[in-house]
């Protein structure tokens, strides 16, 4: 971290967002989405966060109520917890329990249909209907690679027929509406905050329009930090700051967290 943003963060820390992803960041990537956890040392980050900035916020892709009850995200020593999912479109606050779900469209219900056909083909394919969004996961096909080259153009022409888009990630397809993206949802979240100082941890190619938005923010005089979460699938991208998985996102939110103590 720079010597800027830490100062920024100390002098002002009631308008300083710390907004992070789920999966990759705070919890491993497994096979079966389902079971994916946070991970110890990443959610005691959190905690500590919570109690040293204005506000901090999960921007994930997965329903808000598959996030928080897969993180555990509603315990009391996370409260003051926000989480934004659906890229956005769906709210959840710690403070009021509540949830803010957006009507369906009813375009994902033809997707919903269709994409069982698309992926008979290939054994082991897994649609994850996140009712908002569909993905199809490819990790534990017999060759995720070739599925996921396979099936990329048929599902993208299914959605783009629909006027939905289609999102990739590590080994995965998902198909969701149009209008929201991490980039707008982390403005959202600065503007709702007036946040003055800015860190986002993201590590797929969903993550990309967030750390886009990570640069016009600063561009616009918010003292901001990406930081990009490293895999094998995705060494790095577009992060100031490059760390080693769920691990070493956690360490650095940890150092993050010392030097505001």
């Known amino acids: 971290m720079t010597s800027e943003l830490l100062a920024a963060m100390k002098a002002d820390p009631r308008h300083c967002l710390v907004a992070?992803?789920?999966?990759?960041?705070?919890?491993?990537?497994?096979?079966?989405?389902?079971?994916?956890?946070?991970?110890?040392?990443?959610?005691?980050?959190?905690?500590?966060?919570?109690?040293?900035?204005?506000?901090?916020?999960?921007?994930?892709?997965?329903?808000?109520?598959?996030?928080?009850?897969?993180?555990?995200?509603?315990?009391?020593?996370?409260?003051?917890?926000?989480?934004?999912?659906?890229?956005?479109?769906?709210?959840?606050?710690?403070?009021?329990?509540?949830?803010?779900?957006?009507?369906?469209?009813?375009?994902?219900?033809?997707?919903?249909?269709?994409?069982?056909?698309?992926?008979?083909?290939?054994p082991g394919v897994v649609i994850e209907d996140k009712g908002r969004a569909l993905a199809v996961h490819t990790r534990t096909a017999s060759d995720p690679n070739g599925a996921l080259a396979a099936l990329t153009g048929p599902v993208t022409e299914l959605a783009t027929g629909l006027g939905l888009r289609t999102e990739p990630g590590k080994q995965v397809l998902e198909v969701r509406p149009t209008g929201m993206d991490k980039g707008r949802a982390l403005h959202e979240a600065v503007r709702d905050l007036g946040a003055r100082s800015v860190v986002y941890l993201g590590d797929d190619r969903g993550d990309l329009p967030a750390f886009e938005a990570v640069r016009e923010l600063r561009d616009q005089g918010v003292v901001s930090c990406g930081v990009w979460v490293a895999s094998?699938?995705?060494?790095?991208?577009?992060?100031?700051?490059?760390?080693?998985?769920?691990?070493?996102?956690?360490?650095?939110?940890?150092?993050?967290?010392?030097?505001l103590t």
């Open 232 to 259: 094998e699938e995705h060494p790095a991208e577009l992060g100031d700051v490059v760390v080693d998985g769920p691990g070493g996102a956690a360490q650095w939110l940890h150092q993050l967290a010392d030097g």
């Open 20 to 122: 992070t992803d789920f999966d990759g960041v705070l919890a491993p990537i497994v096979a079966d989405p389902q079971q994916a956890r946070i991970d110890p040392a990443a959610r005691e980050a959190l905690v500590r966060m919570i109690g040293l900035v204005g506000q901090v916020t999960v921007i994930t892709g997965r329903p808000t109520r598959t996030a928080v009850t897969l993180g555990g995200l509603d315990a009391p020593d996370l409260r003051g917890l926000r989480v934004m999912g659906q890229y956005g479109v769906e709210r959840w606050s710690s403070l009021t329990g509540q949830h803010d779900e957006p009507e369906i469209p009813a375009s994902l219900d033809v997707v919903r249909e269709r994409l069982p056909e698309l992926a008979a083909d290939w």
